[in-house]
Nanobody
């Protein structure tokens, strides 16, 4: 059974940094060819895919809203995904989820294949 568990959220002032972690279990190797990454959802807003490692080309993609500030990385031997978030802004406040599916575009869909429980990130101004 595939499980994803996100952690590392918290309260931070604008301009600060946080690193989120996603512990992944149940894949046999290298996330088994799934696209894997993070999406977020703020109160009253739609899900937003923010970063993903593509299953087709292995490249990492970022939403324009976080490009240059967030960095996605993976530690395959540890089956852990990280999201380093720098220069945080109040508009980054949301619940952050790690997720996996066949393609990056599917990560923010309601019926994503695999999704962790989410971790709250709050950025104060």
């Amino acid at each position: 059974e595939v499980q994803l568990q996100a952690s590392g959220g918290g309260l931070v002032q604008a301009g600060g940094s946080l690193r989120l972690s996603c512990a992944v279990s149940g894949f046999t190797s290298a996330f088994d060819g799934y696209a894997i990454g993070w999406f977020r959802q703020a109160p009253g807003k739609e899900r937003e895919g923010i970063s993903c490692i593509s299953s087709s080309d292995g490249l990492t993609y970022y939403a324009d809203s976080v490009k240059g500030r967030f960095t996605l990385s993976s530690d395959n031997p540890k089956n852990t995904l990280y999201l380093q978030m720098n220069s945080l802004k109040p508009e980054d406040t949301a619940v952050y989820y790690c997720a996996a599916d066949s393609q990056c575009v599917a990560l923010a869909k309601e019926r994503v294949a695999y999704r962790g429980q989410g971790t709250q990130v709050t950025v104060s101004s």
